[in-house]
């Protein structure tokens, strides 16, 4: 969260890449996390943990009332048997009924995901603003009034809905046009499949989850909120264009190997 909001307390250091050209490499996660004990002690590992324990308890449980409430009739999974069209029609049935039970427990899960990030990025200014879910609840309440609880909200569910759409019919075409039934290890293939694309397909809406992450900060009164970490965003297509001027959509992505964005050309050379 913190390498999201570009908060770099630590200098970079000169490395190389597999190509053996000097290139600047930012502190990993074990680097930055003995930074924040110095800091912090080791409570600082935890900042919004409270919050963000309660806002996946929400999910789950919406999700599981959400199904309980609207359950899909006749659930049939696809079936190498099904004809081209059938499959297809079945895919597509079970990836909208799991598009609406995670856009509910987004929205019912969102607020507390709002605290969880504040209270997260008050180590850059050394804030105590945010110090317990109830009193967050109330200054959130006051200042920004109930929308103040779902900034951020739209470009996480769009990167949820595009997550699953693609994950889920890229994953069912691969196995359908991929993976010939004569190979022996056809059905372990495709058991695989859909985890392996979860990871491809997360990567490439890593940028909803920043934009909304940076929305839920922005402009509330904390120091990672404000320039120089950002500027005052009016929405999250002002905040998604400005990320992506500055090449940025991919911030905070990498956890251990994370180039600087400058280039090794203006290192000086052995």
Known sequence: ????????????????????RKVLYLPG????????????????LFRGLTPRLISSTLSTITRGSVKKAFPLEDME??????DVKTSLRKVVKETSHEMMMQCVSRVVSHPLHVISMRCMVQFVGREVKYSGVFSAIGRIFKEEGILGFFVGLVPHILGDVIFLWCCNL????????????????ASVIRSYTKFVMGIAVSMLTYP??????LMAVNNCGLRAG???????????????????????????SSLLFRRAPIPA?????D
């Open 265 to 269: 050309a203006s290192f000086p050379m």
């Open 1 to 20: 969260v913190l390498s999201q909001v570009g908060h770099e307390p630590l200098p970079p250091t000169v490395g190389r890449n597999v190509l053996g």
């Open 29 to 44: 996660f074990f680097t930055y996390a003995r930074h924040i004990v110095e800091v912090d002690g080791k409570r600082g």
């Open 170 to 185: 890229v994953a069912h075409f691969i196995n359908t046009y991929a993976v010939d039934d004569n190979f022996n290890q």
């Open 208 to 213: 909803f989850l920043l934009v909304g992450d």
């Open 77 to 82: 999974h696809v079936s190498n048997k099904d």
């Open 226 to 252: 404000l320039p120089p970490y950002a500027p005052a965003f009016t929405s999250w297509i002002h905040c998604w264009r400005y990320l992506s001027a500055q090449g940025q959509l991919f911030r905070g």
